[in-house]
């Protein structure tokens, strides 16, 4: 399997050359928004990788401000961790940071972790002309969406898929709770009775979905694909647990009780318009919240038209069309700048309303 683990351990490298992987994300805590691992342990956990004829990439996904980046980069050099022959590869979240890298060490791969956001191939286009190497797919892309993607940018920049781990949908550089670092908790609203959510202190507070993502289950159509997977057991399950379910197909419970979510783009078949709904006239490609939606217009549409939009999970409300701005795109269809609308996901589709309805 074309893949990567994240290892946390020097027993974590054992597990995984046992099943014979070959490249490894080590998470490194001075530079990564959650768990990783310390310096000394992350020098021998290199020595042990090396050893192992593993290639490695080191995760440090922080987002820095200003007064952070020269710091950061600071040490940087006095680790000498990015010097030619250790790391393969370094993983960042910061565009900033990535630059800075970039242009001081031009001999690593830099690869761009898009959490969000993301949702166009012109997107990946413009990270590789500002010379990465590699991105890791947004998050809220479709499993049916990703064919589209990988002629955006040519060889050799690559991508990457996480296909099982904890899913991180927000962070904050306050601590929100007197916790220290390395410390998680769980957290469970009064209306939704039994969905935890994971709070995480690292350099930033974490804040992980009651779900984990497990791809598991499309391993058949990825791998026919031009990615390389990532897989992360970070706060689902041990990393031995992970090996033994995604290579041997044992199950596991997970350490926290979080269920595993399958694909959350996908629209489950009873969610599925009946067969004969209108064809939608729009779909929702980008969604910033508080500040405005991007769709893709299939149809003519008049300016205060009622429309039905529907989320790929099947929920329904009105929209009325109101675009601020409308540019070409591809053949047969044309772009809009939208109102954001409280509800609106990413993959959602607009259909007119039954005019006998």
């Not at 791809?215 to 689902?236: A, C, E, K, N």
């Not at 675009?323 to 269809?333: A, V």
Request: net charge neutral.
């Amino acid at each position: 399997m074309n893949g990567k683990f994240v290892v946390c351990s020097a027993d974590d490298i054992r597990s995984v050359q046992e099943y014979g992987v070959k490249r490894v994300i080590i998470p490194w805590a001075a530079a990564s928004q959650g768990s990783g691992v310390f310096l000394p342990e992350l020098e021998a956990m290199l020595a042990q990788a090396h050893d192992g004829g593993m290639q490695v990439d080191l995760a440090a996904d922080i987002l820095p401000d200003d007064s952070q980046l020269d710091a950061l980069m600071d040490e940087f050099r006095r680790t000498d961790l990015l010097r030619p022959g250790r790391i393969q590869g370094v993983r960042l979240q910061n565009i900033g940071l990535a630059r800075v890298i970039r242009q001081a060490y031009p001999h690593l791969k830099v690869i761009f972790d898009v959490r969000s956001g993301g949702n166009h191939p012109a997107y990946y286009t413009w990270l590789q002309r500002m010379g990465l190497d590699g991105a890791v797919l947004s998050r809220e892309l479709s499993l049916e969406s990703l064919p589209d993607f990988f002629c955006s940018a040519g060889a050799p920049f690559s991508f990457e898929l996480r296909v099982f781990g904890a899913i991180a949908f927000f962070s904050s550089r306050r601590a929100l709770l007197d916790m220290a670092v390395g410390q998680t908790c769980l957290l469970e609203e009064p209306s939704r009775p039994g969905q935890r959510f994971l709070l995480e202190r690292g350099n930033d507070s974490v804040l992980h979905h009651s779900r984990y993502l497990d791809l598991r289950g499309h391993l058949g159509r990825l791998q026919s694909w031009p990615l390389t997977l990532v897989l992360d057991y970070r706060h689902v399950c041990t990393c031995r647990e992970m090996l033994a379910y995604w290579f041997d197909g044992r199950e596991f419970a997970a350490l926290h009780g979080l269920a595993p979510m399958a694909d959350p783009q996908l629209p489950r078949e009873e969610s599925r318009p009946p067969s004969d709904a209108q064809e939608p006239v729009a779909r929702l490609l980008d969604v910033k919240r508080s500040r405005y939606l991007v769709a893709e217009v299939f149809a003519g549409l008049a300016d205060g038209e009622e429309l039905l939009c529907q989320s790929p999970e099947g929920k329904c409300f009105s929209l009325r069309w109101q675009p601020r701005k409308t540019w070409s795109g591809s053949p047969g269809s044309s772009l809009a700048l939208l109102p954001w609308v409280k509800g609106a996901t990413v993959g959602a589709v607009l259909m007119r309303k039954d005019v006998d309805g």
